[in-house]
């Protein structure tokens, strides 16, 4: 049995969290590559407790993004996707897909805030018609993005063969076993049996009684 602070250790993967932080030691797929389109509508998205929008650039580029732009926290989920990037509702900030600010259109003094003020992206590849993200701190050189089976598809395709594999097996010992005895031939067997005459049982002979002399 564990204890309560055991079981929000092991239920919570918000930022900062003790699973928070080991699952976000891998590619996570977030969405289906159909979803985004080339400067088409954001899609918001709730992966491990955090509000984020992935996007598709002209380019054909994704971007995953938290959903709060990093000048006035305002939800990028609002924001125009056009021309290489998405732009903010608000103040018309505008950021390509990896976070990389581009414009400042509402600010004349650019050293208030550089243009360098990054939105917090995360690392996104393609594979197998899935979007993943990697949300870990090795953001420069995180772990490959490998097409492999999680343990417990393995086990049940394991699973599944054994049972193909056993079925084959059974179809074969049917169709080579010897084949099942007729009714013609117990008939005959069992009119055999009534024909025959029972075996008689000798009965022991008395015994002679000794003579008085």
């Excluded at 069992?190 to 000798?202: H, V, Y």
Aim: proline share 7%; aromatic share 8%; glycine share 8%.
């Amino acid at each position: 049995m564990i204890t309560a602070e055991e079981n929000q250790q092991l239920s919570r993967v918000g930022k900062g969290t003790l699973m928070g932080n080991f699952f976000r030691q891998f590619w996570l797929p977030v969405c289906l590559s159909s979803e985004l389109k080339a400067d088409g509508d954001p899609v918001r998205l709730m992966i491990l407790g955090e509000k984020l929008v992935a996007f598709r650039d002209s380019e054909g580029s994704v971007g995953v993004f938290d959903h709060r732009c990093p000048h006035r926290c305002a939800s990028l989920f609002f924001g125009r996707n056009e021309l290489g990037g998405i732009r903010c509702a608000y103040h018309g900030w505008k950021f390509d897909v990896t976070g990389k600010c581009l414009d400042q259109p509402n600010l004349e003094d650019k050293s208030k805030y550089p243009a360098g003020t990054p939105a917090i992206a995360y690392r996104v590849k393609e594979s197998g018609g899935m979007v993943f993200a990697y949300m870990g701190e090795r953001q420069e050189n995180p772990r490959n993005c490998r097409r492999s089976k999680p343990s417990w598809a393995r086990a049940m395709t394991a699973i599944s063969r054994s049972r193909t594999a056993t079925a084959t097996t059974c179809r074969r010992l049917k169709a080579t076993s010897t084949p099942p005895i007729s009714a013609s031939f117990m008939s005959a067997a069992s009119t055999a049996k009534s024909s025959t005459s029972p075996i008689r049982k000798c009965s022991p002979s008395p015994r002679k009684r000794p003579r008085s002399t």
